[in-house]
């Protein structure tokens, strides 16, 4: 508001003088210029009708001369004014019209508008800083899930993309810089409903300044960040930065898993790629052999090292060493997308060939160049662009690490099922043949199509029929719950993977697990199996024939007619 107000005095400045100058020396004029009564006698107008005069005058309008007729001095004096003010009017009318086109003042009226919407908000919202390709993809997957979402880019073509977009949810979007604190405020910081904080710029110095603005100026909200360099990720982490996400070191783990359990690493993209898509398939990269890495930037780095900790040898390509850097080893000076440079790295004995540089072309280029001279390679990609998706898919990679995507994914799974992040934390601690188990039972469930994953909370906000019942000292076991109400033999297509009560922690939890108020259950199914949970979870008369067996009549007339059967 102060900005749209200093904008207009300054730009109104001179228009509103002139103005007042125009006015002043009419009614000046008309006062000192001596007039005539009814009677001839002389008479002078005071101020008073004199600025009543020159008012309507100056509107064009006119309702005659007041409140005698005028002098010929007078007209004359009338004429120069008329002419005076409508000059005046004109410049004050043009400077209005240039202000309202100048592009500072519509930018503080739009920033003013998103302000008011942002503190009308009554529903839990998240700011996504950055709307990029992973900003784009974090903002889907939340409003898909009626999750609400404020957006706030330096980039005005990326909140224009946004207007275009067809959410399931309205985003507000703010064009500014996300690193300054006033903006960070005009997006609901300081609002009681903010949930989080995500930084996901580019900038690594940026998403830094966002995470210490949020800290400082809410240090309750969840921060949420992307970097790419060691140095800043453990500045963030010393003033309590939630969750400090790293696509390279995240995927160079992924890889880790996949080669020291192959399900687990299945398990894994099963419950966190997007619900409804095709099932991916299980990965088995070779753990014996020799490995190429082409690129020895952040990406090559993480994966060497990931690689040389499973003790696989390893050969680094890299065009330009004295500026990556390159390991004690030592490196083969070149891109890998020629022939002499794959054959220096020993391409005929390799098993694995990672192509991970900062450019989609080489990249392809060095996958099309490898399987050209040996077919038994397993091909990881890195993919820096979502436009290339389809020449991506075209190449066949076995693995594509693609940053964006693996952010994106991180971060939806950590505010939209919190509860996953946590299974996956305790399932990594699991034996490889129970991750294979797992595995088998979710595909006896969603025909090759990835679960759906549902948190359910026992408590009186969300699911008020079995709260009630806990609280009347009825018991209710895990099972119950999984039941069909068309018919209390057949079980839902679903499995509890968690259990969180009281502060203890159930992987897998059995079917007669006894329910506690407050407890908290992660579920993977079938939709419609979570649409009927959902139904029993809320209405008393479902949740009694589940657990009984009796189909008791529910309105007071069913009850009556059954009444008088009994009779």
């Known amino acids: 508001m102060d900005n749209i107000v200093f904008l207009i005095l300054r730009r109104m400045r001179r228009p509103l003088l002139t103005l007042v100058l125009v006015y002043a020396a009419s009614i000046l004029g008309l006062v000192l210029i001596p007039g005539q009564d009814a009677q001839g006698n002389p008479w002078h107008m005071d101020f008073f009708h004199a600025f009543y005069f020159v008012s309507f005058m100056s509107t064009t309008i006119g309702f005659g001369e007041i409140p005698y007729e005028f002098t010929d001095v007078q007209r004359a004096w009338v004429l120069v004014s008329i002419y005076l003010s409508v000059i005046a009017w004109l410049y004050a009318i043009g400077t209005i019209l240039t202000l309202l086109q100048d592009k500072t003042f519509q930018h503080a009226i739009k920033e003013r508008r998103f302000a008011q919407r942002i503190r009308h908000l009554r529903e839990p919202f998240y700011i996504l800083c950055g709307y990029g390709e992973t900003g784009r993809e974090l903002a889907r997957a939340l409003t898909e899930r009626g999750q609400h979402v404020v957006v706030v880019d330096l980039n005005e073509e990326k909140i224009n993309l946004l207007k275009l977009q067809n959410l399931r949810d309205y985003v507000p979007a ?71 996400i790293d696509p390279f070191d995240t995927f160079a783990k992924y890889l880790s ?50 690689l040389k900790k499973e003790e696989i040898t390893v050969t680094v390509m890299e065009a330009m060493p004295e500026k990556t850097g390159e390991p004690k ?29 900062d450019n989609d072309a080489n990249n392809l280029s ?60 305790l399932a990594a601690y699991q034996e490889e043949d ?55 033999e057949r079980s839902l297509r679903c499995i509890t993977l968690l259990r969180i009560s009281r ?16 407890d908290r259950l ?18 008393t008369a479902t949740l009694e024939y589940i657990l009984t067996g009796e189909d008791k009549p529910r309105s007071w007339l069913w009850r009556k007619l059954q009444e008088r059967k009994k009779r």
């Not at 794959?342 to 540089?357: F, K, R």
């Not at 359910?456 to 099972?479: N, P, S, T, Y």
């Not at 922690?505 to 506690?516: I, N, V, Y």
Request: glycine share 8%; aromatic share 6%; proline share 5%.
């Open 329 to 357: 080893q030592g490196v083969v000076r070149g891109r890998g997308t020629e022939e002499d440079t794959l054959t220096e790295a020993d391409i005929e004995h390799a098993v694995g060939i990672v192509a991970g540089t």
């Open 366 to 425: 060095i996958v099309m160049t490898a399987r050209a001279m040996t077919n038994k390679l397993f091909v990881i990609a890195r993919q820096n662009y979502r436009e290339n998706d389809a020449l991506f898919r075209a190449v066949d990679a076995d693995m594509v690490m693609h940053p964006s995507a693996i952010v994106a994914e991180k971060i939806r799974v950590l505010l939209a099922t919190p509860m996953l992040y946590e299974f996956m934390s």
């Open 522 to 539: 992660l579920f993977c199914g079938t939709r419609r199996a979570f649409a009927t949970m959902e139904w029993t979870l809320c209405h």
């Open 174 to 244: 703010l064009h500014a810089n996300a690193r300054t604190p006033r903006h960070l405020l005009e997006a609901g910081l300081g609002h009681r409903q903010c949930a989080g904080v995500v930084a996901l710029t580019n900038n690594n110095e940026v998403n830094l300044k966002i995470a210490i603005t949020a800290k400082l100026l809410n240090p309750h909200v969840t921060v949420i960040c992307r970097a790419d360099s060691h140095d800043i990720e453990d500045n963030m982490a010393s003033f309590g930065t939630d969750y400090i």
């Open 257 to 306: 898993t996949a080669l020291q359990t192959p399900g687990l690493y299945l398990l894994q993209r099963w419950l966190t790629e997007k619900p409804g898509t095709l099932l991916p398939d299980p990965v088995y990269p070779p753990t014996q052999g020799h490995w190429i890495v082409g690129g020895y930037g952040r990406f090559g780095k993480a994966v060497f090292n990931r």
């Open 503 to 518: 502060n203890s922690r159930e992987l897998l939890p059995e079917a007669d697990t006894k329910l506690l108020p407050g």
């Open 434 to 488: 129970w991750a294979c188990a797992l595995v088998s039972r979710i595909a006896g469930l969603v025909d090759n199509r990835v679960p759906i994953i549902q948190e359910v909370v026992v408590d009186q906000d969300r699911h008020c029929a079995i709260h009630e019942a806990l609280e009347r000292g009825r018991v209710v076991q895990l099972g119950d719950i999984m039941r069909s109400p068309g018919d209390r």
